[in-house]
Each structure stands twice: as C-alpha cells, then as structure tokens.
C-alpha cells in the first residue's frame, strides 16, 4: 500500500476453504488494516466455513451446496454475516463490489462465479486454473472487454508476469515453464499403473488440494498451465516451453530476444504469489522461508519425457487444436481425477480416459458460458461411460 493509500482493499475468497483459500485468509489476517473482507464461499466444507466466517466477519457467507444450507444458518446465527447457499448464490457473492476477489475454487464449477467477478469488480487474481483451460478465448475476451486487472497467482505465472515486459512483448523469444516433475517423476510407467492416491498426492515440494496434486503428478498441470500461460501472455503457443526442475526454486523464465533470461525465484511457498496479487502493485511481508542459495548449493534442470508424461503432449495438442478440445480435456480430466481419488480406477486410467473422450470430440467452438457447461457436461457424460465400459470389461 502507498503511504497515500490507507483504504482497505475489500477483498472476495471464492474457495476459501481450500489450499489457496486458507493461505490467502492467512495474509488476510496478518494484515488487518489493509483488507476487508466482501465475501467468503466454499463448496460442501461447510463447518470450515463458519470458522472463517466468525473470524473474518465478512459481508456474506455462501456455500454452494445447498444441502449444507442449515448448517450454515445455524453456525452463523446471531452473527451480521448474511448467509446464502447454492450455484446462483455463488454467482451473486462473486459479483458483488469488491477491489479484488481471489478466484480459488478448483475445477470448472469456478467459471460462473469467476465470470461473475471479472464482470463487475476491478481486479480478480485467478487461481482457478481451470477458468482459462476450459474457457480462455471467451474468459480473456469478457476480462478485455470489463477492463478488468487479470492478476495470475498460480506461482509460474506469477513469476512470468513478474519478469514480462508487457510493453516489449515482441522481444520475448521463449517463456520458459519449470515443473517440478511431481512425486512420480522418477517412475516408470509399469510403476506408475500401481499408484494409489496416496502416493499420488505426495507432492515433493508443494503442500496443494487433491485435485490438483493429482494433476502434479501425471503433469496435466503443467500442460494446464501451458494453456494458462498462452492464454495470460501474448506469445505463441510454440514459444512457450516446459522444463522439468525438481528443487522449485526457480518459478519461470522469460528469454529476450538480446540473449537475457530472466526468473522469478523464491521458496516454494504459495503465500509469496498469493501475496503478491493481494498487494499488488504495491508488495507485502510474508513470513516465508526466505531463499537461502548456499544452502541448496545447486539447481538441477532437465527436458520433460513427454513419453511418461502424455498429458503433456495431449494438454498442448487440445490448446493447438482450440475450440471444444480445451474444454473436454479438462472436463474428463476433472471425472478421471475424482475417480482415480475415490479408489475407482488406476492411475494410468486418468489419462486413458482423457485421450478417449478427446478422439470423440465434436469440433464445437463454445463461445458463451452456457455453451462451455453444455460442452463440459457432455465430455463429462462421455468420460464417465468410458470408464463405466472398462470397467465392465476387466
Ligand atoms: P482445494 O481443493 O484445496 O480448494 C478448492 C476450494 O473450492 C474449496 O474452498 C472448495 O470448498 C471449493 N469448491 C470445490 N468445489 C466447489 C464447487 N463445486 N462449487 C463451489 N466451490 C467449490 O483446491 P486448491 O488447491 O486450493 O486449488 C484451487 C485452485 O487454485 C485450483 O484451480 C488449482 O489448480 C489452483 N492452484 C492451486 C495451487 C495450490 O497451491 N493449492 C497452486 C496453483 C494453482
Ligand atoms: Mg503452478
């Protein structure tokens, strides 16, 4: 905050119940004077929910289930927080007047209220991946035409957007992705066959929700933020490269034209991104580990094996490909995940099920959000009978 600027920003938690949520609340709390909180909502964690209500005491609490609506009533009575349950609630809290709302909800059931929050407030920090995945033409048109700040948190696209000189794009040669290979990195793919999801969600570097530690580890992620990036930065889709680097030290790179690369580097901590959207364009403390170099003494990197890892093959070719396929990887992705989560199928199913319903794409071009959900529900339907006849098969 400037010395000029003493307003608090009001601020809006989409999934503040999740990973991202929670931290994000975090620097919230460590900071009172700088933030007022609009709206809090989450999906089914309904006690999480009442907690950082009665903490935080926002404006409104919403739960998107709406079975969860009673108990929210009954934990927040007596309390001046408005309380509300079920998708178009969602919709509505997102939407309200807010500086800034974090968009944390994980998978496409974020789009709507994402959508809603870049339609009327002035800076929305997206890391809901999954908006850009399923939606990004028409997500990145509707930010352009709001005039809406598109703040990225995810920590690759924090560090890109830290280190691009938006007013040089055209001296950019190559954005440089790292990944960090995820708990199975090492690991053949007969290995792999037999992973639990315990094993899966083991994470060597970062402390993340299921869903997306999953996607760490068959690196759909990365190919999720190959989408992401194209989406966030103005390069080309071949000028945006993946490099696989364990210790995830460095958060990404961009290569200028003169030679010169620059990185973001930092302890891979998602408060210093969250951090830096919510202050942004000014900067705050967070009681992170700070960098210590001569400690880790050395920083290893290698080219991603696209033949262990086909999501990232498959991620790039959706985004080459555009219109419906984005959509569809993404929604057979979140089926396969879940069940994979649920003990259902293996983990190399995860990524069987995806190039299936990918091959029965239907060459669509969704332009609007109730043609995305239309489009995502059907690949969601597809993906499902794909998994419901290998399983009837074994
Ligand atoms: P999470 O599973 O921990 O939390 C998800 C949040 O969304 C929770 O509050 C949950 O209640 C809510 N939610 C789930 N389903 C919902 C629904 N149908 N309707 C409304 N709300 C719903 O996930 P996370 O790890 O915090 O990730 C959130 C997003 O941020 C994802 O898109 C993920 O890819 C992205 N992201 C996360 C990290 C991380 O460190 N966790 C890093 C980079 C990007
Ligand atoms: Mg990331």
Known sequence: MTKEDTTPKRVTVLGSTGSVGINTLDLIRQNPSRFRVVALTAGSNVDALIAQA???????????????????????????????????????AAGLSADLVMAAIVGAAGLAPTLAAVKNCQTVALANKECLVCAGPMFMDTVKQCGTTLLPVDSEHSAIFQVFDATLSNTVERIILTASGGPFREWTRDRMATATPAEAMAHPNWSMGAKISVDSATMMNKGFELIEARHLFPVAEDKIEILVHPQSVVHSLVEYIDGSTLAQLGTPDMRTPIAYALAWPDRMAVPSDKLNLAEISSLTFEPPDFNRFPALRLAREALQVGGAAPTILNASNEVAVARFLAGEIGFLDILGTVEDTLAQCRNDHPTTLDEVMALDAEARRLAQTWIAVGSAAE
Do not use: F, Q, T, W
């Open 54 to 92: 009665l903490d935080l005491k926002p404006e409104i609490a919403v739960i998107a289930d709406p079975d969860c609506y009673g108990r929210l009533v009954e934990g927040l009575h007596g309390s001046d927080v408005v309380v509300a349950a079920g998708p178009e609630a969602l919709v509505e």
